[in-house]
């Protein structure tokens, strides 16, 4: 049997749609204009690790709430 690291089945699967769905919640969360939103939630759908790793790093944040 062949060891696949990018094996996204099973738990591997299902911690990615978690990581997916947080992505999208801080998207439509964001500050962001309506068209950027559209734009970061098709990449995130359609691509979900690699679209959920440029969120990471470039995607827009949800605004936090100050007491």
Same mark, same amino acid.
């Given at each position: 049997?062949?060891?696949?690291?990018?094996?996204?089945? $099973?738990? $591997?699967?299902? !911690?990615?749609? $978690?990581?997916? !769905?947080?992505?999208?919640? =801080? !998207?439509?969360?964001?500050?962001? =204009?309506?068209?950027?939103?559209?734009?970061?939630?098709?990449?995130?759908?359609?691509?979900?690790? !690699?679209?959920?790793?440029?969120?990471?790093?470039? $995607?827009?944040? =949800?605004?936090?709430?100050?007491?």
């Amino acid at each position: 049997m062949e060891a696949n690291m990018l094996n996204l089945g $099973g738990v $591997g699967g299902l !911690i990615l749609l $978690g990581l997916d !769905i947080w992505a999208l919640i =801080s !998207i439509m969360g964001s500050g962001a =204009s309506s068209g950027r939103k559209a734009l970061w939630v098709l990449l995130v759908f359609f691509l979900p690790l !690699i679209g959920f790793l440029i969120w990471l790093v470039a $995607g827009p944040r =949800s605004e936090t709430r100050h007491a």
